[in-house]
């Protein structure tokens, strides 16, 4: 507990935020002894209540933010609520599980309290997916927003929390910061009623979560390079990049950055992609959008999130309305370049190379600028080029012959679909892999003796969890008035699960993908 | 050598000696003679240490005066950064923070309380209700129940047991008539005459250990003082403030009181004040005469600085469900020891972190004290039925203390249960 000098230099909202985190370690102790039916329930409740209100959310987020493109945040929020429910409905992270013949059992242990970080590009999917992952390992959630999306991310996130307990769970299970800034957040973030930190968004908050002296999962920056060698499928590349880089106006830090294409096909590919709604900008035009996009030395960021075509209208630049996509070509992918690093928004810069190794030097550079561990994407039937490209660049995942930014988040491949893209120790994060429901839990393993004399006895069926029995917590009736006026648990009965008109998980990829489609012919034809 | 800076003592025997010398020679005795050698020394959140270091989780809380804690960051924070602004404040004058704390409180009240009068303390305090109740119907006589206790000052002490009351000749039976708690047929015999001013009643009486109004009991008493033309005033010195899951103790109830007195905990542990909050028709004094209560101290601006922090805190939303967590794991705890001892444990009275433990032996709870004491746990047996320990858990617990008070506890009623029975007392 901080002494009372340290409050006198706390803003107003930190103590109010510290007595969250207290709440939260009340709402996680409770609710790491519910059973399986339990969570399962909650979260499908949750689900089902966020994917409802996927439109709203969207809506609202691209009002607040004035970040991304609705259709493409209804996507996303559908796939970070029912999806998410979907993917890991039969993973089980909450009963124990036996390995007779190692003589091990492993007790699932919750994190405890979870402090999400949650950023302004992806507001409202990402509190849904780290709200989701914390229901399905039964921990509780304080969310901190930022601070330009905290009104949408707030209302989410409290229409969930009255989901979950409405649904049975713990009161405090999921709550958030109303007022975020940064001593709040670091407050939060130090605070040692917190348990782990899952940490989205720029290098400061993440850097700062890792010094935080807590837990922490963090992820380092995406800059994509998309590599297209001579072998691939130029029409099907230039659709998927295309798509993919005007996905949500390319704020993802999946959406590729940098394209390297083979000198021997360039000018077909760049063709194809132009077809596909690409604009691809002469010398002066890349100039001119090079000026105003970092003519301060920095991204500007007025043009995240933006369509193109009001970025190439700000620039200076001719280009149609349905333009989705801004080609800027340079020649050397070096750090003075601009157009080499992160840029937020559907500019993608493009470089030739003469040949397949040399795109992997490419893709090297780019990533050296920022974005190591991240991701890449190749457009290849090569597969010893993929497999060079993949040991070469140091990233943690290669979308292959996919647009990269539902690649590598795993909405269009089958790597775990996440919010949070794991960018491993070489992009100084403790978590490799897409973030995953599994992440939040250790296991406490029960460990008997080698010996083949000591026997373990069965522990089938021994199942140290239980439903809740009514409200949790129950409200505090005088003791000799319990009989009289205790409420009935009535809000513990088992939710009539409608599965009817929802989703299995590959049915959402197509329900993604044919959106994508369908947004972008919608602007190709017109 | 216990250096403080503005004084010291060689040890705690030559501090204990001067305690008895210019303080207080029975009171002070009277721990030593219990087994309570405690000197209260350093003092964070629900933790005391006694001069010699040792540490006690505090679930006394003194009657709830350290409902957030010992010198809550908080408040203390509230309270350092006013007194760069503020001081006592003058009671002539329309003020700043009284009027702010008046705003507050009323907002937190039940239904019907519309103008706040201040105390220095809860016996004032109470003086102040029962003036106002007096002066409100033009009545003299005040009902309270039997081993009540609503302070010392003037009218309060005689308001209460006749142990305080008769000690300083203050009994005034004929004006202070007690009926037993519970009895709802005493209570109407009390008001049927039509002559009682008011009725007072602590919505759990702490000093008897909390013995619980039987459901409908204080629903009734209102009711009878509507039919009979008497004040209910709540004395909600010891339920208010979320100890019950509510702000106010009374509301759970369904009572809207004409008069609602606060103290104790309301100042945050860190500036004495205390409060009553009036019906609009029972603020009449506060139209005719306004200076007829007068109190330098009552309601000083630094105290109300810590009072409304003190309501902020435990209006939150997360601290009233943290309260509902808290009974939850303490009742659940309790029962589970009880379930070992059940000849000896024989009950908990609750109401949120309001608790009673009943035992089984007419001095029980003065034994459980002495253990939990040395178990490191200090709570304090009921003044006027030694059987009960109250138990009174702060409502800003986190789990773990909260778990560790239940360890604690139950190795100290398990050591009572031995000791008494080794003496061979009559435990049953």
Redesign the interface.
């Given at each position: 507990?901080?002494?009372?000098?340290?409050?006198?230099a706390?803003p107003a909202g930190v103590?109010?935020a510290r007595?969250?985190l207290?709440?939260a370690?009340?709402?996680a102790?409770?609710f790491a002894g519910y059973d399986r039916a339990s969570v399962l329930r909650i979260a499908e409740a949750v689900a089902d209540a966020a994917a409802a209100k996927a439109r709203h959310y969207a809506e609202w987020a691209v009002r607040e933010t004035g970040f991304g493109v609705v259709e493409h945040k209804v996507v996303k929020n559908e796939a970070c609520s029912r999806g998410i429910f979907q993917t890991y409905r039969d993973t089980d992270l909450v009963t124990p599980r036996v390995d007779a013949s190692r003589k091990l059992v492993s007790v699932p242990r919750p994190a405890g309290v979870v402090l999400a970080l949650t950023p302004s590009t992806n507001p409202v999917a990402t509190v849904y997916f780290k709200t989701m992952l914390a229901l399905l390992t039964r921990n509780a959630v304080v969310i901190s927003p930022h601070p330009m999306a905290k009104e949408c991310c707030a209302d989410a996130a409290r229409m969930m929390a009255a989901a979950a307990v409405a649904a049975g769970a713990p009161?405090?299970v999921i709550?958030v910061v109303d007022e975020p800034s940064v001593p709040l957040i670091n407050a939060l973030m130090t605070d040692e009623?917190t348990s782990v930190i899952v940490a989205t968004g720029g290098t400061p908050v993440v850097r700062s979560a890792y010094s935080s002296g807590n837990p922490a999962i963090g992820v380092g920056p995406g800059n994509v390079p998309v590599l297209v060698d001579a072998s691939a499928d130029l029409a099907a590349a230039a659709k998927r990049i295309v798509a993919s880089k005007a996905f949500d106006n390319s704020v993802l830090c999946t959406n590729e950055s940098v394209l390297i294409v083979e000198e021997s096909v360039a000018d077909r590919l760049l063709a194809a992609m132009k077809r596909e709604g690409a604009l691809l900008l002469d010398s002066d035009g890349a100039r001119r959008l090079r000026e105003y996009m970092f003519g301060n030395g920095h991204l500007n960021t007025e043009v995240v999130g933006k369509p193109a075509a009001w970025i190439a209208d700000r620039a200076g630049v001719r280009a149609g309305a349905k333009t989705t996509v801004l080609l800027a070509p340079f020649d050397l992918v070096v750090p003075e370049e601009p157009l080499a690093h992160e840029k937020l928004s559907p500019v993608l810069g493009v470089v030739r190379v003469p040949s397949a190794a040399r795109g992997i030097d490419a893709a090297r550079a780019v990533v050296r600028i920022a974005g190591a561990g991240h991701s890449a994407a190749i457009h290849s039937s090569d597969p010893a080029t993929i497999m060079a490209y993949a040991a070469s660049v140091p990233v943690l995942r290669v979308s292959v012959n996919v647009g990269n930014s539902t690649g590598s988040s795993g909405l269009e491949t089958n790597l775990a679909p996440t919010m949070t893209v794991g960018t491993g120790f070489v992009g100084r994060s403790s978590l490799g892999a897409n973030l995953e429901p599994k992440n939040l839990v250790n296991w406490t393993q029960i460990a008997y003796n080698a010996d083949p004399r000591e026997v373990m006895p069965s522990f089938t069926g021994i199942v140290p969890w239980a439903a809740p029995r009514g409200p949790v917590?129950?409200?505090?009736?005088?003791?000799?008035?319990a009989g009289?006026?205790k409420a009935p648990p009535a809000t513990l009965q088992p939710a009539a699960s409608d599965l009817a008109g929802t989703a299995t998980a590959d049915e959402l990829r197509e329900h993604v993908r044919r959106l994508i489609v369908e947004e972008l012919s919608h602007f190709v034809k017109n | 050598m216990h250096d403080y800076g503005a004084f010291s003592y060689a040890s705690k025997d030559e501090m204990i000696g001067k305690s008895k010398e210019f303080w207080n020679p029975d009171k002070t005795q009277f721990w030593q003679d219990s087994g309570v050698d405690l000197v209260i020394d350093r003092r964070e959140g629900y933790y005391l240490w006694d001069m010699h270091g040792r540490r006690l989780i505090d679930v006394h809380l003194n009657g709830g005066t350290y409902n957030l804690g010992h010198r809550n960051p908080e408040v203390v924070a509230a309270v350092t950064a006013a007194m760069g602004h503020f001081d006592i404040g003058n009671h002539h004058f329309p003020s700043l923070a009284r009027t702010a704390l008046a705003e507050a409180l009323i907002k937190s009240a039940p239904a019907g309380l519309t103008k706040v009068a201040y105390g220095s303390g809860g016996g004032e305090a109470i003086d102040i209700a029962l003036k106002t109740a007096r002066h409100t119907t033009q009545k003299r006589k005040i009902v309270s129940i039997v081993k009540a206790y609503h302070g010392h000052t003037g009218l309060a002490v005689g308001a209460g047991d006749q142990r305080f009351s008769e000690l300083f000749l203050s009994d005034r039976p004929e004006e202070f008539p007690q009926v037993p708690f519970n009895d709802l047929d005493a209570m109407e015999q009390a008001l049927r005459g039509r002559d009682v001013a008011a009725v007072i009643m602590e919505t759990i009486p702490a000093t008897y250990g909390f013995p619980l109004p039987e459901p409908g009991y204080l629903e009734a008493v209102k009711a009878l003082c509507e039919r009979y033309d008497a004040l209910y005033i709540a004395d909600e010195v010891q339920t208010g403030l979320m100890r019950t899951g509510e702000m106010w103790g009374i509301t759970k109830h369904g009572i809207s009181p004409d008069i609602l007195v606060t103290g104790k905990g309301i100042s945050g542990g860190i500036y004495p004040i205390s409060a009553v909050l009036m019906s609009e028709r029972a603020a009449g004094w506060l139209r005719e005469d306004g200076f007829g209560h007068m109190s330098t101290f009552g309601g000083a601006e630094l105290g109300c600085i810590a009072a409304l922090k003190t309501l902020e805190i435990c209006g939150r939303p997360e601290v009233r469900t943290m309260v509902h967590y808290i009974s939850d794991l303490m009742q659940s705890g309790l029962a589970d020891i009880q379930r070992d001892y059940p000849d000896w444990f024989t009950g908990v009275r609750a109401n949120g972190v309001v608790m009673g433990l009943e035992f089984n032996h007419p001095q029980g709870a003065k034994y459980v004290m002495k253990h939990l004491y040395e178990t490191g746990v200090w709570a304090i047996f009921s003044t006027l039925d030694p059987t009960v320990l109250q138990f009174k858990p702060g409502i800003l617990l986190t789990p773990a203390l909260a778990e560790e008070i239940l360890d604690r506890t139950e190795v100290a009623i398990g050591k009572a249960c031995a000791e008494v029975r080794g003496r061979g007392r009559r435990v049953r």
């Open positions: 507990m901080p002494q009372p000098l340290e409050y006198l706390e103590p109010r007595q969250m207290q709440q370690q009340w709402a102790r409770a009161e405090g709550q009623r917590p129950p409200y505090p009736v005088a003791s000799n008035a009289v006026l | -």
